[in-house]
């Protein structure tokens, strides 16, 4: 039995996933960090980035696999922070980076619950109308 919902397209939608994944992990572990902007813009960017992360994925998988879903999204957040810990340039481990993580993953899973149906396959019945 699988978690994943039966989309048409659902390997088009986890290789995009998987992109938006690598493209989090690029800009977390560049050095230099995220351009400074306004206060507190740091966890703006870590809450952005989990809820689009957490959105995307929940529209993948049945509402039954959402919390594993969130645990993964979480330990993808603590990895990237140790890893910034770990690096000899400049970046810093932050536990509120973790926690912004954990409000953009809450948010990201209270959308894809308030749709009801996932975003995916709304769209693949909009493409293929019967």
């Known amino acids: 039995m699988t978690a994943f919902r039966q989309l ?6 986890f290789l995009i996933g ?3 994944i ?8 560049k050095p230099g960090g995220p351009p400074a902007g306004f206060p507190y813009a740091d966890k ?4 952005s980035a989990f809820f689009l ?20 999204m979480l ?3 603590i990895g990237i ?8 340039y400049g970046r810093t481990a932050e536990v509120g980076d973790v926690v912004a993580d954990g409000v953009g993953i809450v948010l990201g899973l209270l959308l894809a619950v308030l749709l009801r149906d996932s ?3 709304r769209i693949e019945k909009w493409l293929t109308p019967n």
């Open 8 to 13: 048409r397209l659902a390997r088009l939608w």
């Open 18 to 20: 998987a992109l938006l």
């Open 22 to 29: 690598a493209v989090t992990l690029y800009f977390a572990l």
């Open 44 to 47: 703006v960017y870590h809450a």
């Open 53 to 72: 992360l957490s959105a995307w994925f929940a529209g993948l998988f049945e509402r039954r696999a959402y919390l594993w879903l969130a645990v993964a």
């Open 75 to 77: 330990a993808f957040g």
């Open 81 to 88: 922070e140790i890893a910034q810990y770990l690096m000899p």
């Open 119 to 121: 975003l995916f396959a």
